[in-house]
């Protein structure tokens, strides 16, 4: 079993650093894959990214939640022309770069979302996506 990024990444990129067979790239071009994403293929389902991402983006794939409870002020991210999604987010990642995503919201708490569709996502990002050469 794989982890999967969720909507709820923005970039933070702790998880592709502690990675110990480097299978999780940052999306590009980022207004159309704002995430970072997972190859399954190459996942050895350690955990690292897991525990080390600080937003809590990050689930295995068969616990990734289709009801999210938000505590409040998390962000999720879209691509770019995803309705609903109007707020940029401009933070830092950890190494202290600047992260800005034009297609985020910030959720409130008790508001529930549905994070699977991120595992699609990852899927097409590395069977016919830009993620698919990047190995």
């Known amino acids: 079993m794989t982890r999967v990024i969720t909507s ?45 991402c600080p937003v809590g983006a990050i689930f295995p794939e068969d616990e990734v939640p289709s009801a999210f409870k938000a505590k409040g002020g998390e962000t999720q991210s879209m691509p770019v022309g995803t309705a609903g ?17 034009e297609a985020t919201k910030v959720l409130t708490a008790g508001e529930v979302v549905d994070l699977t569709p991120a595992i699609q ?10 993620g698919y050469n990047a190995k």
């Open 121 to 130: 996502a990852n899927n097409d990002f590395f069977k016919s996506g830009p």
């Open 8 to 52: 709820l990444c923005v970039r933070e990129g702790a998880c592709a650093t502690v990675c110990p067979v480097e299978c999780i790239v940052a999306g590009k071009p980022e207004d159309k894959y704002p995430w970072y994403y997972i190859d399954a293929d190459t996942c050895i389902d350690c955990g690292a990214c897991e525990s080390e």
């Open 85 to 101: 999604f109007t707020t940029v987010y401009e933070g830092k990642n950890h190494d202290g770069e600047a992260v800005h995503l």
